[in-house]
Nanobody, 123 residues
Framework: QLVESGGGLVQAGGSLRLSCAASGRAFNSYAMGWFRQAPGKEREFVAAISWSGLNTHYADSVKGRFTISRGNAKSTVSLQMNSLKPEDTAVYYC??????????????????WGQGTQVTVSS
């Protein structure tokens, strides 16, 4: 089970930090990622981090503004979002998958999903 927290309303240029906690099963060797879905749009990849925490990958639209990180216990993942823009408004989802090779950007590759947390950026 994955549970997100930290969403909310922020003005453009502001910051938010999303967190995701994994529980209920062992997530050893699982990579984790963040996706988002805006109204009327498809779910899109935001960022991913390897099980070790050493490898990360970002969508071009958030590169340089968002930072994904993993807790020491490996069962938590955070997304620090800076310089937020109105177009970042979406429901943000945490997800994970058994990492066999590389970091996945396709939602179909992920096995477990959180319920989502709303992020709204006002202009």
């Amino acid at each position: 089970q994955l549970v997100e927290s930290g969403g909310g309303l922020v003005q453009a240029g502001g910051s938010l930090r999303l967190s995701c906690a994994a529980s209920g099963r062992a997530f050893n060797s699982y990579a984790m990622g963040w996706f988002r879905q805006a109204p009327g749009k498809e779910r899109e990849f935001v960022a991913a981090i390897s099980w070790s925490g050493l490898n990360t990958h970002y969508a071009d639209s958030v590169k340089g503004r968002f930072t994904i990180s993993r807790g020491n216990a490996k069962s938590t993942v955070s997304l620090q979002m800076n310089s937020l823009k109105p177009e970042d408004t979406a429901v943000y989802y945490c997800a994970s998958y058994l990492e066999t090779r590389g970091l996945a950007v396709l939602a179909d590759m992920y096995d477990y999903w959180g319920q989502g947390t709303q992020v709204t950026v006002s202009s």
